[in-house]
T-cell receptor, first 111, second 118 residues
Framework: DVKVTQSSRYLVKRTGEKVFLECVQD?????MFWYRQDPGLGLRLIYF???????EKGDIPEGYSVSREKKERFSLILESASTNQTSMYLC??????????FGPGTRLTVT | AQKITQTQPGMFVQEKEAVTLDCTYD???????LFWYKQPSSGEMIFLIYQGSYDQQNATEGRYSLNFQKARKSANLVISASQLGDSAMYFCAMRDLYSGAGSYQLTFGKGTKLSVIP
């Protein structure tokens, strides 16, 4: 079974803090994704990566950056957290099949 | 640009009954894939079923089937014999199937909350 893990299920940070969300997959997938999910808006893609050190912006990259130094790990970085970044963050990975496999999500609250 | 529309914010179904969750899509790409995901209250997105635009037959996976009507641009999910564990949010999604990593991103609808009543 594919396993995608995220470093925290719940996280509370203060405005202005630098926040790291970590995602690890164990299936040697080349493609990894970060989404945010907000009520009534569905999932929106922030960034994705198709190889180590390669990244592409998604639909809502503003205020975020990413890092992929190793194939199994994809990090989402909030350089200076703001209250409008309070959300559920979902990481996913994809191999040669069509579907993406998701992690359990991190519910981030910025106060 | 691709767009997914799920018009039912919430649905109720009696246990053991069948239920259809609606999904319509819009795309200019001739080759695309359609997906359904389930999200229980725990938060994890679970892949349910996939349909390619050129697939001749509707996809089925156990109690899940996808009613694909290409001309109407609809990809409804049918759950047969509903169970209490089916209570969850359901998301329809799509992506184009052209080669290249840029095509891998999924476009999601806003979801439908299904509640199964005992």
């Amino acid at each position: 079974d594919v396993k995608v893990t995220q470093s925290s299920r719940y996280l509370v940070k203060r405005t202005g803090e630098k926040v790291f969300l970590e995602c690890v997959q164990d299936m040697d997938h080349e493609n990894m994704f970060w989404y945010r999910q907000d009520p009534g808006l569905g999932l929106r893609l922030i960034y994705f990566s198709y190889d180590v050190k390669m990244k592409e912006k998604g639909d809502i990259p503003e205020g975020y950056s990413v890092s992929r130094e190793k194939k199994e790990r994809f990090s989402l970085i909030l350089e200076s957290a703001s209250t409008n970044q309070t959300s559920m963050y979902l990481c996913a990975s994809k191999g040669s099949s069509y579907e993406q496999y998701f992690g359990p999500g991190t519910r981030l609250t910025v106060t | 640009a691709q767009k997914i529309t799920q018009t039912q914010p919430g649905m109720f179904v009696q246990e053991k009954e069948a239920v259809t969750l609606d999904c319509t899509y819009d795309t200019s790409d001739p080759s695309y894939g359609l997906f359904w995901y389930k999200q229980p209250s725990s938060g994890e997105m679970i892949f349910l079923i996939y349909q390619g635009s050129y697939d001749q037959q509707n996809a089925t996976e156990g109690r899940y089937s996808l009613n694909f009507q290409k001309a109407r641009k609809s990809a409804n999910l049918v759950i047969s014999a509903s169970q209490l564990g089916d209570s969850a949010m359901y998301f329809c999604a799509m992506r184009d199937l052209y080669s290249g990593a840029g095509s891998y991103q999924l476009t999601f609808g806003k979801g439908t909350k299904l509640s199964v009543i005992p």
